[in-house]
C-alpha cells in the first residue's frame, strides 16, 4: 500500500512540477495573459509561493486584479512573500477604492495606501491628492496631469460599468487599461 501512494505521489508530483515548469516558461516568454487566465483557475491547489507569485505579476502586467484576492491568501512563509501578498493586495484595494470613487463618489482623500509605479497606485495617489481636474459629471471622467504624462480616467457605465484608464505620454496614448 506504501508504494502505492509513494508512486502516486511521485506521479502527481511530476505532473505538477511539468504545470509549473509551463507557467515559468510561458511567464518568461512574456505570455502573461496565459499565466495569469491559467493560473487563476488552479490558485487553489498551487502551494508554491514562487508560482503564485509570478501568477500574481502576470496578472498586474494584463491588467486582471480580481484573481489576486486569492494569491494573496497563499503568499506567507518568508518576508519576501508577505510583501509580494501585500503589493498585490494593495493593488487590489486601490482599484476597488477608485471602482468606488468613479462609480459612488466615495471620499478617498484621507486614504493613504503604501506607493507603486503601478498605474493604478498612480491614478489612485493623484485622485486621494485631489490632484486631479473632472472633465465631465456623468458618466464621471477625470484627467490627471503629471506634465509630459496624463491619465484619463473614465466610466463606462452598462449592466457592468467599467473603469478605464488612458495612459499619454507627450500626447500620445501609450496605453489603455479596463477594470471591473
Known amino acids: 500500500m506504501i508504494k502505492i501512494i509513494l508512486s502516486l505521489t511521485f506521479i502527481i508530483s511530476s505532473v ?11 511567464y518568461d516568454s512574456g505570455l502573461y495573459k496565459k499565466v ?3 493560473g487563476s483557475k488552479k490558485i487553489y491547489t498551487i502551494k508554491n509561493e514562487q508560482i503564485l507569485s509570478l501568477i500574481g505579476d502576470a496578472c498586474i502586467r494584463v491588467d486582471y486584479i480580481n484573481p489576486l484576492g486569492d494569491v494573496v491568501k497563499g503568499l506567507v512563509s518568508t518576508k519576501n512573500f508577505r510583501e509580494n501578498g501585500s503589493y498585490f493586495a494593495t493593488i487590489l484595494l486601490q482599484k476597488k477604492l477608485l471602482y468606488q470613487f468613479m462609480n459612488d463618489n466615495i471620499d478617498i482623500t484621507k486614504l493613504r495606501l503604501p506607493r507603486t509605479a503601478y498605474v493604478l497606485s498612480v491614478v ?21 496631469d503629471l506634465g509630459s504624462k ?8 452598462g449592466k457592468l460599468s467599467k473603469v478605464y484608464i488612458g495612459e499619454y505620454k507627450n500626447g500620445e496614448l501609450i496605453k489603455e487599461h479596463w477594470y471591473l
Open 36 to 38: 495569469c487566465l491559467n
Open 124 to 144: 489612485f495617489e493623484n485622485i486621494a491628492k485631489k490632484n486631479y481636474k473632472v472633465l465631465k459629471k456623468s458618466p464621471k471622467q477625470i484627467e490627471i
Open 150 to 157: 496624463k491619465y484619463i480616467v473614465w466610466l463606462k457605465t
Open 16 to 26: 505538477l512540477a511539468g504545470e509549473f515548469d509551463a507557467i515559468i516558461k510561458n
